[in-house]
């Protein structure tokens, strides 16, 4: 019966070669799968970050700016001029101003309580009902912002534009000079507002990165976006989220046209001041956002298969150096298995294992019977060692493969978020600082250079405190550092607040601040945004100076005598000295208007208001109050007699005659005196002191004019 013949099985070489290439194989695909799996997750989370962050800075700037064009209103609805209601082409005048100075006022107007427009920009409107308006019912009782919405009785009358005018309605009550309701004040913001704050924002991460600002009202309607978007409804997962979170987020979502976007969501009206309710939706394609991940991972199998083709040709390489001497013993000892006697066993010097086996079978070769199983068993040790050394070989080859592909992609992904971070911050519309909680700067940014006059290799590394607090808020702010620290308590951080700064050359200027910080494994970054508002102070200084003055004769109005007279009583009061108080008309003042126009009513009472303060020291006060009516704050006088002193001067000063453009016109007044010893009238009010100068004028007024009585306190 013949025996069926075994298979041959595959040589030593060709297993050594399979194991080696499975084992790249699979370390390979492994090491791809954990790079995929990691850095898809790192680039989302980044992404999201960044999308959050740029739909948080959207919503600050809006509610920023509409706090700003609120205070343009309440500055606005104070000012003299629009509160007496009298010179229509005045008031035009000044909202004519405010308009160019912020030219997304497209409109401002204000209507009388029937709603009648009594006065606006360029004359629109005027004439005109408003009655039905929303911004003008609202706006009688309160300050009040109307949501978006297009034009309807501007529409035709505005200078025509590419897009259709949208406006932002907001309006305020106004009050006359003696606190009585006189109308609604209204303007119309331009929707062009909310399109640059996005440009800015955008600018220049928009373009490069296909990031879009969306601007969503609480019903789904898109306000600002693309332009297939704009006045359309969304329901989106973003938005539904922003409706509900109060901090704002981050999702990936599909959206309508069947893209997959990374979406940052904020919402406004978190503040006080914004009273409308927007969703602040930034998305940003998912293909753009994860583009550095796709990058990394075609590079990763690129890298991965050149190393596994490497490997495999090296360890096919070595194997087949390694077997050949063993495959030569083996040839030999075959051709001896088949009779072949007079075949030599070769002598092999490759290695000492191989030297070892040929010099052994050389000298076995008359005792091949009786040595046949040491023969073996020698076979199965040297296989054994030479699969061990093979197999330790290219598990460290492997682990140290790993070890340099995982610090490659870290760097790589480290390097690529500090360029997207660094352009952002670089591009930031505010200085951008960073600091470690030793106080030592780690960042500093182009717009922080621009400000502080600092340069960024200047700044890095050096104490904040030295560089831009000045040196009498030091102290308070290391207390503030030490209290944060050990208690993490503090009134900076997380808060938007205005201080003084430090410039490189040495002046101070006026910034607003907001301080965060990040808990770190080991410590804390400090990171603030800053932004200069010089501008701001100076306009508010010059609305609240405005305010103060009278706009005819430049003397303090009656809002400032209100503040200056108490302060006069109570430095009286402290240094134990008498003051007086006038009170004076021109004599025939009414006469002079209806003979010569109120042109040279005007003209005379500038020119009175010119005597009268050249008249008195710079250290008293000279105050219009209304019409023909001043006041003089008299202060450090001896007796009641210096009081009397200066008003004859005054008296004298007045009967010159006035030269007018005109005419040549003989004036005099009547001077109502108030005597305040702060010794015996202490508890007199200003209110009482007013009084008592009034009275006394027209007491003087009885008696014949051109002339001064004296009235006291006491006697009122």
Same mark, same amino acid.
């Given at each position: 019966?013949?025996?069926?013949?075994?298979?041959?099985?595959?040589?030593?070489?060709?297993?050594?070669?399979?194991?080696?290439?499975?084992?790249?194989?699979?370390?390979?695909? *492994?090491?791809?799968?954990?790079?995929?799996?990691?850095?898809?997750?790192?680039?989302?989370?980044?992404?999201?970050?960044?999308?959050?962050?740029?739909?948080?800075?959207?919503?600050?700037?809006?509610?920023?700016?509409?706090?700003?064009?609120?205070?343009?209103?309440?500055?606005?609805?104070?000012?003299?001029?629009?509160?007496?209601?009298?010179?229509?082409?005045?008031?035009?005048?000044?909202?004519?101003?405010?308009?160019?100075? =912020?030219?997304?006022?497209?409109?401002?107007?204000?209507?009388? %309580?029937?709603?009648?427009?009594?006065?606006?920009?360029?004359?629109?409107?005027?004439?005109?009902?408003?009655?039905?308006?929303?911004?003008?019912?609202?706006?009688?009782?309160?300050?009040?912002?109307?949501?978006?919405? %297009?034009?309807?009785?501007?529409?035709?009358?505005?200078?025509?534009?590419?897009?259709?005018?949208?406006?932002?309605?907001?309006?305020? %009550?106004?009050?006359?000079?003696?606190?009585?309701?006189?109308?609604?004040?209204?303007?119309?913001?331009?929707?062009?507002?909310?399109?640059?704050?996005?440009?800015?924002?955008?600018?220049?991460?928009?373009?490069?990165?296909?990031?879009?600002?969306?601007?969503?009202?609480?019903?789904?309607?898109?306000?600002?976006?693309?332009?297939?978007?704009?006045?359309?409804?969304?329901?989106?997962?973003?938005?539904?989220?922003?409706?509900?979170?109060?901090?704002?987020?981050?999702?990936?979502?599909?959206?309508?046209?069947?893209?997959?976007?990374?979406?940052?969501?904020?919402?406004?009206?978190?503040?006080?001041?914004?009273?409308?309710?927007?969703?602040?939706?930034?998305?940003?394609?998912?293909? =753009?956002?994860?583009?550095?991940?796709?990058?990394?991972?075609?590079?990763?199998?690129? =890298?991965?298969?050149?190393?596994?083709?490497?490997?495999?040709?090296?360890?096919?390489?070595?194997?087949?150096?390694?077997?050949?001497?063993?495959?030569?013993?083996?040839?030999?000892?075959?051709?001896?298995?088949?009779?072949?006697?007079?075949?030599?066993?070769?002598?092999?010097?490759?290695?000492?294992?191989?030297?070892?086996?040929?010099?052994?079978?050389?000298?076995?070769?008359?005792?091949?019977?009786?040595?046949?199983?040491?023969?073996? *068993?020698?076979?199965?040790?040297?296989?054994?060692?030479?699969?061990?050394?093979?197999?330790?070989?290219?598990?460290?080859?492997?682990?140290?493969?790993?070890?340099?592909?995982?610090?490659?992609?870290?760097?790589?992904?480290?390097?690529?978020?500090?360029?997207?971070?660094?352009?952002?911050?670089?591009?930031?519309?505010?200085?951008?600082?960073?600091?470690?909680?030793?106080?030592?700067?780690?960042?500093?940014?182009?717009?922080?250079?621009?400000?502080?006059?600092?340069?960024?290799?200047?700044?890095?590394?050096?104490?904040?405190?030295?560089?831009?607090?000045?040196?009498?808020?030091?102290?308070?702010?290391?207390?503030?550092?030490?209290?944060?620290?050990?208690?993490?308590?503090?009134?900076?951080?997380?808060?938007?607040?205005?201080?003084?700064?430090?410039?490189?050359?040495?002046?101070?200027?006026?910034?607003?601040?907001?301080?965060?910080?990040?808990?770190?494994?080991?410590?804390?970054?400090?990171?603030?945004?800053?932004?200069?508002?010089?501008?701001?102070?100076?306009?508010?200084?010059?609305?609240?100076?405005?305010?103060?003055?009278?706009?005819?004769?430049?003397?303090?109005?009656?809002?400032?005598?209100?503040?200056?007279?108490?302060?006069?009583?109570?430095?009286?009061?402290?240094?134990?000295?008498?003051?007086?108080?006038?009170?004076?008309?021109?004599?025939?003042?009414?006469?002079?208007?209806?003979?010569?126009?109120?042109?040279?009513?005007?003209?005379?009472?500038?020119?009175?208001?010119?005597?009268?303060?050249?008249?008195?020291?710079?250290?008293?006060?000279?105050?219009?109050?209304?019409?023909?009516?001043?006041?003089?704050?008299?202060?450090?006088?001896?007796?009641?007699?210096?009081?009397?002193?200066?008003?004859?001067?005054?008296?004298?000063?007045?009967?010159? %005659?006035?030269?007018?453009?005109?005419?040549?016109?003989?004036?005099?007044?009547?001077?109502?005196?108030?005597?305040?010893?702060?010794?015996?009238?202490?508890?007199?009010?200003?209110?009482?002191?007013?009084?008592?100068?009034?009275?006394?004028?027209?007491?003087?007024?009885?008696?014949?004019?051109?002339?001064?009585?004296?009235?006291?306190?006491?006697?009122?």
């Amino acid at each position: 019966m013949n025996k069926k013949k075994a298979p041959t099985p595959l040589n030593l070489s060709s297993l050594i070669t399979m194991g080696v290439v499975v084992t790249v194989l699979i370390t390979t695909v *492994s090491v791809l799968i954990l790079v995929d799996q990691f850095t898809r997750g790192y680039a989302r989370s980044e992404a999201e970050t960044r999308l959050k962050q740029l739909a948080w800075q959207m919503q600050d700037a809006l509610e920023r700016s509409m706090t700003e064009r609120q205070i343009d209103m309440r500055i606005l609805v104070a000012r003299p001029s629009i509160r007496e209601g009298k010179d229509q082409d005045r008031m035009r005048a000044v909202l004519n101003e405010l308009q160019a100075n =912020v030219p997304n006022y497209a409109w401002i107007g204000l209507a009388k %309580p029937d709603g009648t427009v009594m006065v606006a920009t360029n004359g629109l409107l005027e004439g005109q009902s408003v009655g039905e308006r929303p911004w003008f019912k609202e706006g009688q009782k309160n300050t009040y912002s109307a949501d978006y919405h %297009p034009a309807l009785l501007l529409e035709k009358k505005l200078p025509p534009q590419p897009e259709p005018w949208r406006f932002v309605d907001i309006s305020m %009550p106004v009050q006359d000079m003696q606190g009585r309701y006189m109308g609604v004040m209204g303007m119309h913001l331009s929707w062009t507002w909310a399109r640059e704050i996005a440009a800015k924002l955008l600018n220049p991460a928009g373009d490069r990165y296909d990031v879009e600002v969306m601007i969503v009202r609480a019903d789904g309607t898109v306000l600002l976006g693309p332009k297939e978007l704009e006045e359309k409804k969304i329901d989106t997962d973003s938005f539904r989220a922003s409706q509900k979170a109060a901090t704002g987020g981050a999702v990936l979502e599909r959206w309508p046209d069947g893209r997959h976007y990374i979406t940052g969501f904020s919402r406004t009206g978190q503040s006080e001041n914004m009273m409308l309710k927007w969703s602040v939706i930034v998305r940003q394609p998912e293909r =753009v956002a994860l583009e550095a991940f796709r990058d990394l991972e075609q590079r990763v199998i690129v =890298v991965g298969a050149l190393i596994a083709v490497v490997l495999v040709a090296l360890a096919y390489v070595l194997t087949r150096r390694l077997v050949a001497p063993v495959n030569n013993l083996s040839a030999a000892l075959e051709q001896r298995a088949l009779g072949m006697q007079d075949v030599p066993i070769p002598l092999v010097n490759s290695y000492r294992e191989v030297q070892l086996l040929s010099s052994t079978l050389v000298s076995m070769v008359e005792r091949e019977e009786s040595y046949l199983r040491e023969v073996r *068993s020698l076979n199965e040790s040297l296989e054994q060692r030479v699969a061990e050394r093979t197999s330790r070989l290219h598990e460290t080859a492997i682990a140290l493969q790993q070890s340099l592909d995982v610090q490659h992609a870290n760097q790589i992904q480290l390097e690529e978020s500090a360029a997207e971070l660094r352009a952002i911050l670089e591009n930031a519309q505010d200085a951008f600082i960073a600091a470690d909680e030793d106080g030592l700067i780690v960042e500093w940014n182009r717009q922080a250079e621009l400000l502080l006059g600092w340069q960024r290799t200047q700044a890095l590394g050096r104490q904040m405190a030295e560089l831009i607090i000045p040196p009498d808020m030091r102290d308070a702010h290391y207390r503030g550092m030490q209290e944060f620290l050990e208690h993490g308590t503090s009134v900076v951080i997380n808060n938007r607040i205005e201080l003084q700064a430090l410039h490189a050359d040495g002046h101070e200027l006026p910034v607003e601040i907001t301080v965060g910080h990040v808990k770190r494994h080991n410590g804390h970054l400090f990171i603030a945004f800053l932004h200069d508002i010089t501008e701001r102070l100076a306009f508010r200084d010059q609305m609240r100076e405005l305010a103060l003055t009278d706009m005819l004769t430049s003397l303090p109005n009656r809002r400032a005598f209100s503040d200056r007279l108490p302060e006069g009583m109570m430095r009286a009061r402290r240094a134990h000295e008498l003051m007086a108080l006038f009170f004076m008309d021109i004599d025939g003042f009414k006469g002079v208007n209806d003979r010569y126009g109120h042109e040279a009513g005007d003209e005379l009472l500038i020119q009175f208001a010119q005597r009268l303060q050249s008249s008195v020291r710079d250290v008293d006060t000279v105050a219009r109050l209304a019409g023909d009516e001043f006041v003089v704050i008299l202060e450090k006088l001896q007796t009641q007699q210096d009081a009397l002193n200066v008003a004859d001067k005054i008296l004298h000063a007045m009967r010159v %005659p006035f030269e007018l453009t005109h005419s040549r016109i003989n004036v005099s007044s009547s001077i109502g005196v108030a005597i305040y010893l702060p010794d015996e009238d202490g508890e007199t009010g200003p209110e009482e002191l007013l009084a008592m100068a009034d009275k006394a004028m027209y007491a003087a007024k009885r008696l014949g004019k051109n002339r001064v009585e004296v009235g006291k306190v006491t006697d009122a």
